[in-house]
């Protein structure tokens, strides 16, 4: 029985391990476009900020918002 679970438990690791090498190997397809859903993303907390709490807190959300799709573009795809 001992003998069943560790093929079990090695079927498993070896699972894990072809997965995450797929998963580094196809990485830059799986990141096209995080930076324009995120903003995007973004762009409607603002608006709702906007209506609910005035235009002025809308204008200071979507400010961040333009800032961190800056940063994203700069740092996080670069």
Do not use: T
Not at 29 to 36: N, R, S, T
Not at 41 to 66: H, Y
């Amino acid at each position: 029985m001992k003998r069943h679970k560790n093929k079990k438990r090695s079927l498993i690791v070896v699972g894990v391990l072809v997965f995450i090498f797929l998963l580094s190997a196809f990485a830059p397809a799986l990141d096209a476009g995080v930076c324009e859903r995120a903003l995007q993303k973004c762009a409607i907390d603002a608006a709702i900020a906007g209506v609910s709490g005035g235009a002025f807190a809308g204008l200071a959300w979507g400010a961040l918002c333009l800032s961190g799709y800056d940063w994203c573009l700069r740092y996080y795809v670069n």
